[in-house]
């Protein structure tokens, strides 16, 4: 009886497509790395957004519990707070509407009534 030969192994054409397809699977891959919006961009921000808003949550809570018990809020009481509370804040001022700075994460402005800003927010909504 006459053996036919068995296709052992992949064929060019297979090997051709496999080929095209991790080309265009590495692509995308590089794109997003190295591109304007990546990955990891989004993965910086979404770290830089909870820290700002850790030390937004910091700041309220030192705010608050600084308040006398008619409601009032005393600046050095308010100051006195928040450094215990949040670790690395700088006064730029010694008046309300207080602004506090924290190691290059970001800086808030806290009122005289209790509120807390985000510099820009502040700025933004006093149209200064």
């Not at 052992?8 to 090997?15: D, F, P, S």
């Not at 265009?24 to 909870?50: E, M, P």
């Amino acid at each position: 009886m006459l053996k036919l030969k068995e296709n052992k192994g992949i064929t060019l054409v297979a090997l051709i497509v496999t080929i095209i397809v991790l080309l265009i699977l590495s692509g995308i891959t590089i794109a997003n790395i190295t591109g304007g919006d990546t990955t990891i961009d989004k993965a910086q921000d979404a770290k830089t957004n909870h820290e700002k808003s850790d030390i937004m949550e910091r700041i309220h809570a030192a705010v608050l519990s600084s308040a006398t018990p008619t409601g009032d809020f005393i600046l050095e009481d308010v100051k006195s707070a928040i450094t215990k509370n949040v670790s690395n804040a700088t006064f730029l001022n010694n008046q309300f509407p207080l602004n506090v700075v924290v190691n290059n994460v970001g800086e808030w402005y806290v009122l005289e009534d209790g509120s807390i800003y985000e510099a820009k927010e502040y700025l933004k909504s006093t149209g200064t």
